[in-house]
């Protein structure tokens, strides 16, 4: 909220351009559009549990520009703000989560890499592959969401509000 007005007006950018309040998000939510038009016709080549993997990256990518569109029709806030920075987070972790996954150590049992390709033999461990994505995107959520609420806890009861702090003493 104060952040993007600080960054709007120390910008040397708007010194010359003065853009509107919602612009950086705008902005934003057009990056992630490239990568999502770029990511979800990239997914259409990929079969299996590749594909499967790159769909549920694409619905993150979706996710941020959800939310940073929202955040430029509300600027002030705070909830839509953190949407999109847990939006951004999930993202770049499971970015990571597919790279270990299909190209490192953690490729599931039955599934290989070859040709540039990921295949798994018998079709039932291609199943359990899934699921196991669906277990690691669940982990990732639920840790994401335990981390920024410990966070919003932590940070809320030594600078929270006045009123706040009084509710707690009784």
């Known amino acids: 909220m104060r952040w993007r007005q600080q960054l709007h007006q120390s910008s040397p950018l708007t010194q010359f ?3 509107p309040e919602g612009a950086l998000c705008l902005i ?3 990056a992630f559009c490239a990568e999502y038009l770029l990511f979800y016709f990239h997914s259409t080549t990929h079969k299996g549990l590749e594909g499967y993997y790159h769909i549920l990256l694409v619905l993150l990518i979706g996710l941020c520009i959800l939310s940073t ?3 430029a029709l509300l600027p002030t806030s705070f909830p839509i703000d953190l949407c999109s920075g847990i939006a951004m ?3 770049g972790l499971w970015f990571y989560q597919t790279a270990f996954t ?3 150590p953690m490729m599931p049992d039955g599934c290989l890499l ?3 390709m990921i295949s798994c033999h018998p079709v039932d461990n291609e199943v359990r592959g899934e699921l196991l994505a669906n277990f690691q995107f669940f982990v990732m959520v639920l840790g994401v969401l335990i981390a920024v609420v410990g966070g ?3 940070v809320a009861s030594r600078f ?3 009123d706040l702090k009084r509710l707690r003493a009784v």
């Open 17 to 19: 351009l003065p853009l």
């Open 28 to 30: 934003a939510a057009t």
């Open 69 to 71: 569109v929202a955040g």
């Open 89 to 91: 987070t999930l993202q």
């Open 102 to 104: 299909l190209y490192g």
């Open 114 to 116: 070859k040709d540039d």
């Open 152 to 154: 919003y806890g932590f």
């Open 160 to 162: 929270g509000h006045s």
